[in-house]
């Protein structure tokens, strides 16, 4: 073994004897209220990866889809058609606001998938719940912040999982979630003429 | 139809327009090199929801695990036992370098990781190759970062997407990339105790 080798190995016993230490504290369990937010890519995609998780561990979950396009009809299909068992899918929403231009329409729709979503947290067999681009129909006011913010804090089981996605969450929202992660466009191959391609965005 | 709600949709029309005026300007597909990074969540796992998307359009791909751990063995099962005709699901590392506190090791697998990988890169068959936690080896300098950014910019089959995750993403990587998200951390659940748990870390 060379001396480089020996720093190394040092280096990372050291590393590993603190982490083990924090990870210690760490003891207890709970159903947690997780955001994705920020302009980057991955939003969807995580909270997707993560209802695949649960789906691994056999563990019951729900999606509602506020805003139809968040997530892809091959995603849902694979959902259904393979684990329709474990994982409920709804979508509930008429696509981007933008691309209905019909506000009456919207609040109605987003109202539909709130009453949904809360029908679902409510059950406690199911162990997760993703909001897919829910904070789109908050920041638009489409359902009262604060009626999400109380039904999360007072009415969610305490040992499910709550996921919401979507740009510009609310601070309110952020400031009662347990896990936040605001995704950072750093690059983005719009930018250089590259379409929306099968596979990474739908 | 209110006043507020016909101003809402006057400016989603506008909206709508000036969308729909920049999505006409991309029109070329090509195979990304998508980099996930930064301190939060979410790098891992939406390379896994970008996997289960290709899955789901029966794109076939495949998952080089550079460090165990960064993936769970169920996602794995899963993936394994359900879809292994689509999706290939290789573990090289032996877990993250702070557990294993010895550098000649996890270079001799970094190495062979990287070796892996290529094959599945240069098979065309191959929609989609994650190289899951790369970038940990990448900046330990397991593998040495010149043959990788060599092998990405002139072997790497033109339709090909290969998602890189990890943390401290190498800046010459985020240079040759088209596609970079940072992942931050905004709120972390461990800071108040609570431990890593079954269908959100693991």
Same mark, same amino acid.
């Given at each position: 073994? *060379?001396?480089?080798? !020996?720093?190394?190995?040092?280096?990372?016993?050291? &590393?590993?004897?603190?982490? !083990?230490?924090?990870?210690?504290t760490k003891t207890d369990e709970k159903g947690l209220?997780?955001?994705?937010?920020?302009?980057? &890519?991955? &939003?969807?995609?995580? /909270?997707?990866?993560?209802?695949?998780?649960?789906?691994?561990?056999?563990?019951?979950?729900?999606?509602?889809?506020?805003? &139809?396009? %968040?997530?892809?009809? /091959?995603?849902?299909?694979?959902?259904?058609?393979?684990?329709? !068992?474990?994982?409920? @899918?709804?979508?509930? /929403?008429? /696509? @981007?606001?933008?691309? *209905?231009? !019909? =506000?009456?329409?919207?609040?109605?729709?987003? =109202?539909?998938?709130?009453?949904?979503?809360?029908?679902?947290?409510?059950?406690?067999?199911?162990?997760?719940?993703?909001?897919?681009?829910?904070?789109?129909?908050?920041? $638009?006011? $489409?359902?009262?912040?604060?009626?999400?913010?109380?039904?999360?804090?007072?009415?969610?089981?305490?040992? *499910?999982?709550?996921?919401?996605?979507? #740009?510009?969450?609310?601070?309110?929202?952020?400031?009662?979630?347990?896990?936040?992660?605001?995704?950072?466009?750093?690059?983005?191959?719009? #930018?250089? %003429?590259?379409?929306?391609?099968? %596979?990474?965005?739908?």
């Amino acid at each position: 073994m *060379t001396d480089d080798s !020996d720093r190394h190995n040092s280096k990372m016993a050291k &590393k590993k004897a603190a982490r !083990d230490k924090i990870m210690a504290t760490k003891t207890d369990e709970k159903g947690l209220i997780i955001v994705h937010t920020g302009k980057g &890519k991955g &939003k969807s995609t995580a /909270g997707f990866g993560m209802i695949f998780r649960c789906i691994a561990h056999q563990m019951p979950c729900a999606v509602v889809q506020f805003i &139809k396009g %968040g997530m892809s009809t /091959g995603e849902r299909d694979l959902i259904e058609s393979r684990f329709g !068992d474990i994982c409920q @899918f709804h979508t509930m /929403g008429e /696509g @981007f606001t933008w691309e *209905t231009q !019909d =506000r009456d329409r919207d609040v109605a729709a987003a =109202r539909a998938a709130w009453e949904k979503a809360k029908t679902l947290i409510r059950d406690p067999a199911n162990r997760m719940v993703l909001l897919d681009e829910i904070n789109i129909a908050l920041r $638009y006011d $489409y359902i009262p912040l604060e009626e999400v913010l109380s039904f999360l804090t007072t009415e969610k089981p305490e040992m *499910t999982h709550v996921v919401m996605t979507g #740009r510009n969450a609310r601070d309110e929202l952020i400031e009662i979630a347990d896990l936040v992660t605001e995704m950072e466009l750093v690059k983005h191959p719009f #930018r250089a %003429g590259i379409k929306a391609q099968i %596979g990474v965005e739908f």
